[in-house]
């Protein structure tokens, strides 16, 4: 009997124990339904001028309506917070680098990069200086926040898993969110100074003209049909480094899409906020930098937004047709959030404005307010310098900058670690910006975003402009990271130019100085005059091709692109191949029309690298080497003259140009990543490629690289390494297609913490077609963050896509919705359907 009871307790455990996993399960089930938004309900709100509704349509996609601006900003709070406060709270942590409270020490080294800039106490002298009324919108959005955080009934998922408890809102937040927008667009700036430093000192003027040029005969400028001028010629001898191969056993950093974007790597600081943690506003910001020595074929795309504009003179209505297509991260929650905004316009009508929205900020970033239509893409213009500062042996602690000897300030800044001791960097401050050591020399870091009136509010204006002209007046004054604005109108006009600050340089045609390297303290270029004046800003209006567009690349040909400067401007294929592409639609077009533009994923910059790699396996190379004559016959067959999923002639033609980098350019990397993680030659040019064709079309012996017998051989070396990246394991190269390589599997950044609910925070790999160098930029985590296009006063008919849902919660039927459509290119309403749930909100 004994036995029996005995051999019975085993069973009666196991029962246990599953009852207390089933129960352990219900609990979080349980717990993560209470933290979903409210959907549906009547709520009184203190403090409103009237009643405000959130009438959600079946995407989950708000209609946000009031008697007022202040209520609807309340209801958007209220919204934001209840759908996403993780994500607000990531990007004020982000800009404030107080991520480490959150993760540990893997975020250390972006907090310590990140709190050099003081943004927390930059935020509060910022938010005293805005106007009233601005403080006012920001204040009652706060409220809002704050009211949607304390009405979940459990505070959001991620902060269970983090063990940390959501602080409130405060309304220098929201300016820090547009800070975080500048880490994101003009972050890499400071390794690309670095790196052109170094390209300064190791090399002459002739091959420093050749290997970084101005400009490239891709570039297709909107004041021109190219940009005018010789190319520099190919120099008479090459740079001691150039050609060098990387020492051997040294890992050097390099662009690493992480398998899991949940997984946090320990790095050297990184000029912007996404390490894997949040996704960000950023044509920059996917990708994670690991000391890995990683294969050519593996680079990612990391610049990819485009907008342009139809006039009404060629438009099916005669209204004119914006398009934008911001290119960003790819993670879940996405970085936008939806929404249509209705209240009254104080003259006795009601203004509508639909578009998205960046949680942490009450107002609509891209859109229709149903006479205009905007739209932004990074302008990468120098907006940030490096300032070589000296000490001086006789006034000890001092330094010598632009304003002449001064004194650091010193500030103590304590970063508070998870699970560890806190950590305080000290940053000395200068009048032109805190001091960074790098290479041996110690530089004052001038940005643009440290300047008072870099971030304010009054993007809000812009839901009220009636034509063109009053949206380009406001775009100088906006306190954003200076964009490329294009804007219609609902009576058919179009314009162009930069919305945000840009620095007035003391530069003149004397002192021709290029900003976009290193300046000495005594360089009258060092010296910025305040802000530009708004009428000294570039601008077009109505030109007479009846289209404008922009793609990252150099917008001007005239004297206006010395206002602006080089960033790091892309090459000008992509903004070449929308250019024609909008050329090729002719009068009366229509929205599906200017909308597919952005659907162009032709190889047209890619199909010359295909021919040379063609050329390079000539009879000769192939004979005896099976590999190289099955990349030929591949090459020949599978092209399609597209980044098509099913191409292995894509992939192979990337790879190798890809390749042509490694064998060139790799050494110089190896020493540039001593500098900044960052700071490779593709940071101080990224018109690489062409230089590179220039060569392999010109093959000058004197810049044949070390180690090889002909240009011929250089080729050949790189399709080789090309093939035993794609065979390696046993893996066949005609499986080897672009959707293979080219494969994006968004995830939350809490994903890898929830080992067995982590699956329902991902989706699954999704073959992308596109690439870089064509208006449809894709890669595995980079891509096209939301796809509109409208014709302002005719919004039912604007279509709209981007690739997740509105919601960051993994319960929600609103996390993933949108996705499917996304992928294909499907393009949706951009208006809200019907209302399927109403949330009201009324005076006590």
Do not use: C
């Amino acid at each position: 009997m004994r036995n029996k009871r005995w051999w019975k307790w085993p069973g009666r455990v196991l029962l246990a124990v599953m009852g207390l996993v089933l129960l352990a399960v219900a609990g979080g089930w349980l717990y993560l339904r209470a933290s979903l938004p409210a959907l549906d309900g009547m709520r009184t709100v203190p403090g409103l001028q009237g009643t405000v509704s959130v009438a959600r349509d079946q995407h989950g996609v708000p209609v946000i309506s009031g008697e007022s601006r202040l209520d609807v900003a309340y209801a958007t709070g209220f919204v934001h917070a209840q759908e996403r406060y993780f994500q607000m709270d990531l990007l004020r942590r982000v800009a404030a680098g107080e991520l480490s409270e959150l993760f540990g020490q893997r975020a250390l080294p972006t907090d310590q990069a990140h709190r050099l800039h003081r943004l927390r106490a930059r935020a509060d002298l910022a938010l005293a200086a805005l106007p009233a009324g601005d403080q006012q919108l920001l204040a009652r959005y706060t409220d809002g926040v704050n009211a949607g955080l304390d009405a979940l009934g459990a505070r959001p998922f991620e902060y269970v898993l983090t063990g940390a408890a959501p602080r409130p809102w405060r309304a220098a937040d929201s300016l820090l969110v547009i800070w975080a927008m500048y880490f994101d667009l003009q972050g890499n700036q400071l390794p690309r100074e670095l790196a052109r430093g170094w390209l300064r000192d190791h090399t002459d003027d002739a091959q420093r003209a050749f290997l970084a040029p101005s400009f490239t005969p891709w570039d297709a400028p909107l004041d021109a049909a190219t940009v005018t001028g010789d190319e520099a010629p190919i120099p008479a001898t090459a740079p001691a480094w150039w050609g060098r191969p990387r020492a051997q056993g040294l890992q050097t950093p390099r662009r690493l899409a992480l398998a899991d974007p949940s997984v946090v790597p320990a790095t050297a600081p990184r000029a912007e906020p996404s390490i894997a943690l949040v996704p960000t506003l950023a044509e920059s910001s996917t990708a994670s930098l690991v000391p890995f020595a990683q294969p050519s074929t593996a680079w990612l795309n990391t610049i990819g937004s485009n907008n342009w504009a139809v006039a009404g003179s060629r438009s099916d209505s005669g209204a004119a047709i914006v398009a934008n297509d911001m290119h960003l991260g790819l993670q879940l929650p996405v970085i936008w959030y939806r929404a249509a905004l209705q209240f009254a316009d104080g003259k006795g009508g009601q203004r509508r404005v639909v578009g998205v929205t960046l949680p942490g900020a009450p107002v609509v970033v891209v859109g229709s307010n149903g006479q205009v239509a905007w739209g932004f893409t990074n302008s990468y213009g120098d907006y940030l310098d490096l300032v070589e500062v000296d000490a001086d042996s006789a006034h000890p602690g001092q330094v010598r900058t632009p304003a002449g000897l001064e004194t650091p300030v010193v500030h103590h800044e304590t970063i508070i670690v998870k699970g560890h001791a806190s950590h305080t960097l000290t940053v000395r401050d200068t009048s032109f910006g805190p001091l960074r050591e790098a290479g041996g020399k110690t530089y004052a870091v001038r940005w643009t975003a440290h300047q008072p009136g870099a971030v304010n509010v009054r993007a809000h204006l812009l839901e009220s402009v009636a034509t063109v002209e009053q949206a380009l007046a406001l775009a100088p004054t906006l306190g954003i990271p200076a964009q490329n604005m294009v804007a219609g109108d609902s009576g058919g006009h179009i314009g162009w130019t930069i919305a945000g600050r840009i620095p007035r340089r003391a530069i003149n045609a004397l002192n021709a100085t290029d900003a976009s390297y290193p300046l000495r303290a005594d360089d009258p270029a060092a010296a910025w005059q305040g802000w530009l004046g708004a009428d000294d800003y570039p601008r077009l209006i109505d030109p007479a091709g009846g289209q404008l567009f922009t793609a990252n690349s150099r917008q001007l040909n005239g004297a206006g692109a010395a206002l602006l400067g080089d960033g790091g401007y892309d090459l000008g294929a992509r903004s070449r191949q929308v250019r024609d592409g909008l050329t090729a639609l002719g009068p009366g077009t229509g929205v599906k029309q200017v909308y597919a533009v952005a659907l162009d994923d032709r190889a047209l910059f890619l199909a010359p690298w295909r021919d040379r790699a063609m050329a390079a396996l000539d009879a000769q190379a192939v004979a005896g080497q099976p590999l190289r004559a099955e990349a030929l016959a591949l090459l020949r067959s599978t092209w399609t003259g597209r980044a098509s999923v099913d191409s292995v002639a894509y992939r192979l033609t990337r790879g190798y140009m890809y390749a042509l980098y490694d064998i060139l350019y790799g050494g110089a990397d190896q020493q540039l990543s001593a500098l900044d993680p960052k700071a490779g030659m593709a940071a101080a040019s990224a018109r690489w490629p062409v230089v590179v064709a220039r060569l392999l079309d010109a093959q000058p012996p004197a810049w044949l690289p070390p180690g090889h017998a002909s240009w011929h051989a250089v080729q050949l070396a790189a399709l080789d390494r090309v093939i035993a990246d794609l065979t390696q394991d046993g893996r066949r190269l005609a499986d080897a297609t672009w959707g293979q390589r080219n494969t994006a599997a968004s995830a939350h950044p809490m994903a890898a913490s929830i080992p067995v609910l982590g699956r329902y925070l991902k989706v699954a790999p999704d073959m992308l077609a596109g690439d870089q160098h064509m208006p449809r930029v894709a890669g595995p985590t980079f891509g096209a963050s939301e796809r509109l296009t409208v014709a302002p006063g005719r919004e039912e008919e604007g279509l709209f896509n981007m690739p997740g849902g509105q919601s960051g919660h993994p319960l929600s039927p609103y996390f993933l919705e949108g996705r499917d459509d996304w992928v294909a290119g499907r393009a949706t309403p951009l208006l809200p359907g019907p209302p399927v749930h109403t949330l009201h909100f009324s005076r006590p």
